[in-house]
C-alpha cells in the first residue's frame, strides 16, 4: 500500500492515478485525507490526556491530607476514563484509514501506457518468428487427444471443469520444463525453493490478493485462517513478513515451484477451452527482495529471464508493456510475454512480470537496515513467470505440430523428455 503521509500530500496525484488504472476513488482519497486531519486532532487529545492522568498520578503521593488525595484519584479516574475514549476513537480513525489504504492502488511508472488493454505497448517480439504452417494447425486439445496426452473429462469427474490430468509425454514434458527452468535460473544465482501450496489470509492480502469474497480468486479452507496459494509469488513475498533485512545482503533472488489454484471467476468462452486457463496448474516463479534503487533494473532483468527462457524454447512471443487499466493493484510496472498460439489464431498471455516497488512490502511489513544510518526503510518486491507449465504446454503442443500429427520436442527439452518427438498411439 502507499505511504499514508504521501497520499495526503500528493491527493490529487493519487486521484488520477487512480483514474487511469480504472479505480475511482476520489472520494476515498478525500475521506482519507480528512480522516488524517481527526487522526491527528485526536493523537493530541490522547496524549495530553495522557500527559496530564501521568501528573496527577504523581501528585498523589504528595497530597497533604486524605481529602486531596481522594480527590486527586477521582481526577485520574476522570482522566484515564477520557483517555481510553479518545484512545478508541483513535483505533477506530485509524482502522478506517487502514481499509482505504489497502485499496488504493500503487502508483505507476511514468512511461507505463495509459488506458484499457488496448492501450497495451508492444516493445518487441521474440527470436522465433510466427511460423506459417502448410495444413491446418489444430488446437491443443485436438493435438492432445490424438496423441494421448491429456484427459479432461477424467477431470471434470474428479475435480469439476477446469481440472484435468496429464499423461505420457505430457507428464515428462512438465518435468522437463520444470528442470529446464530451475537449471537456467540457479546458472543466474536464484535459491531454488519449493513453496507451500496454502498461505494465511494476512499473507495473501499482504501481497494483494483478495483472500474472501465474491471477488476472490483464491481457494479458502473452511474453519481455518489458510487459503490455496494463486502463484508462489504469495508463498515467496510472505517468507520475510516483519522481518529486517540487511541492506548488503539485497538484491534476494528466488525461484519458487508451486502448484497454482485459481477460481478463475468470471472466466468463459474460448479461454476456458482445454489448458488456456484452468484452476490448477504448476509454476516456476521468480521472486526478488531489491533495494529501491535496484527494483528498476531488476524488472528489467526478470523479463529479458523470460524471453531468454522461450527464445530457448523456441515459442514464438512479443514483449508488451502493460497499460495502467490492466495493472494489478499492487503493481507499479508491468511486462506481459504474450505467445503464438496457432490453434487459437492469437497472442495468448504466457508469463508476466512486476515491479511492486514498496506497496507488498509496507503491508507485509519488510524493511532492511543500513549500516551506519538510523532507522529502517521498506524493501522493494519483483515477481516474474519464469515457466508456468499449462500454458507452456499449450503453446508447445500448437507451435511444434507437424502435418503427420507429431508433436517435435523442443530441442533444450529432449534430454529429460527421452524423444525428440511425440508420434500419434495407435
Not at 282 to 309: G, H, I, N, W, Y
Request: hydrophobic fraction near 40%.
Amino acid at each position: 500500500m502507499l505511504d499514508a503521509k504521501f497520499i495526503v500530500e500528493h491527493a490529487e496525484l493519487v486521484k488520477q492515478n487512480c483514474r487511469n488504472r480504472g479505480v475511482p476513488a476520489d472520494a476515498e482519497v478525500d475521506r482519507f485525507v480528512q480522516l488524517e486531519a481527526q487522526r491527528r486532532t485526536k493523537q493530541a487529545e490522547w496524549d495530553e490526556l495522557n500527559r496530564q492522568a501521568n501528573q496527577v498520578a504523581k501528585q498523589i503521593g504528595q497530597a497533604k491530607d486524605a481529602a486531596q488525595q481522594q480527590a486527586l484519584k477521582e481526577r485520574g479516574r476522570q482522566l484515564r476514563e477520557a483517555a481510553a475514549q479518545a484512545k478508541s476513537a483513535l483505533d477506530a480513525i485509524q482502522q478506517e484509514m487502514l481499509q482505504i489504504q489497502k485499496r488504493i492502488p500503487n502508483m505507476t511508472h511514468p512511461d507505463a501506457p495509459v488506458g484499457d488493454g488496448s492501450a497495451n505497448r508492444i516493445c518487441r517480439f521474440g527470436r522465433t518468428p510466427v511460423r506459417q504452417f502448410d495444413f491446418p494447425p489444430l488446437d491443443h486439445v485436438q493435438l492432445a487427444e490424438k496423441l494421448d496426452l491429456l484427459d479432461l473429462e477424467a477431470g471434470a469427474r474428479v475435480a469439476g471443469h477446469g481440472f484435468y490430468f496429464l499423461k505420457n509425454e505430457a507428464v515428462l514434458l512438465e518435468l522437463a520444463l520444470q528442470r529446464y527452468a530451475v537449471g537456467e535460473l540457479q546458472k543466474e544465482g536464484f535459491t531454488l525453493m519449493i513453496t507451500p501450496d496454502l498461505a494465511r489470509n494476512e499473507i495473501l492480502e499482504g501481497i494483494g490478493f483478495l483472500p474472501r469474497g465474491p471477488e476472490t480468486q483464491i481457494y479458502s479452507i473452511e474453519g481455518t485462517d489458510l487459503g490455496l496459494i494463486a502463484t508462489a509469488e504469495i508463498t515467496l513475498g510472505g517468507m520475510f513478513a516483519d522481518q529486517i533485512l540487511e541492506a548488503e545482503q539485497l538484491p534476494m533472488l528466488f525461484a519458487g515451484i508451486s502448484h497454482c489454484f485459481r477460481t478463475e471467476a468470471g472466466a468463459h468462452g474460448r479461454a476456458t477451452r482445454g489448458l488456456y486457463r484452468v484452476h490448477q496448474f504448476t509454476k516456476v516463479e521468480m521472486f526478488a527482495f531489491t533495494l529501491p534503487d535496484q527494483s528498476d533494473s531488476m524488472l528489467e532483468r526478470f523479463c529479458e529471464l523470460e524471453c531468454r527462457l522461450f527464445d530457448g524454447l523456441g515459442i514464438p512471443y512479443r514483449v508488451i508493456d502493460t497499460a495502467t487499466g490492466e495493472l494489478g493493484g499492487p503493481a507499479y510496472r508491468k511486462y506481459d510475454l504474450e505467445a503464438w498460439m496457432p490453434g487459437r489464431g492469437e497472442w495468448g498471455e504466457i508469463t508476466s512480470t512486476s515491479n511492486c516497488t514498496d506497496y507488498q512490502a509496507r503491508r507485509l511489513g519488510i524493511r532492511y537496515r543500513s549500516k551506519g544510518e538510523k532507522g529502517t526503510r521498506f524493501v522493494h518486491t519483483l515477481n516474474g513467470t519464469a515457466i508456468a507449465i499449462s500454458r507452456t504446454l499449450l503453446a508447445i503442443l500448437e507451435n511444434y505440430q507437424q502435418a503427420d500429427g507429431s508433436v517435435v520436442i523442443p530441442e533444450v527439452l529432449r534430454a529429460w523428455v527421452g524423444k525428440d518427438r511425440i508420434e500419434p498411439k495407435r
